[in-house]
């Protein structure tokens, strides 16, 4: 099996940055599409970004496309997300997310889940 661990979330003001951080141990010989995704209180779990193992084609959900950026680096099993321009509504528990090969974009495409780390953006 695969863990992830995500790092990097925090309390930050609107308009501030933060970098997020995942980790994949466990089974470093898998390749996977990995992503972010998000969920707020009351509601349902939302995609945010994603690129598959390839690293050719990033995709990005409306509501952060331009202030979001997905990357990785496939020698140390990690995924990145850097966050800037952050707004109140970004608030949320971000989890990191793996699947086989291919970009990671909806609940159902997942194999493999962080268990979160929280992002509050608040003055």
């Known amino acids: 099996q695969v863990q992830l661990v995500e790092s990097g979330g925090g309390l930050v003001q609107p308009g501030g940055s933060l970098r997020l951080s995942c980790a994949a141990s466990g089974r470093t010989f898998g390749r996977y599409g990995m992503g972010w995704f998000r969920q707020a209180p009351g509601k349902e779990r939302e995609f945010v970004a994603a690129?598959?193992?390839?690293?050719?084609?990033?995709y990005y959900a409306d509501s952060v496309k331009g202030r979001f950026t997905i990357s990785r680096d496939n020698a140390k099993n990690t995924v990145y997300l850097q966050m800037n321009s952050l707004k109140p509504e970004d608030t949320a528990v971000y989890y990191c997310?793996?699947?086989?090969?291919?970009?990671?974009?909806?609940?159902?495409?997942?194999?493999?889940w962080g268990q979160g780390t929280q992002v509050t953006v608040s003055s």
């Open positions: 690129l598959p193992w390839s690293g050719v084609g990033t």
């Open positions: 997310a793996i699947k086989p090969w291919s970009a990671p974009r909806t609940d159902t495409d997942v194999d493999y």
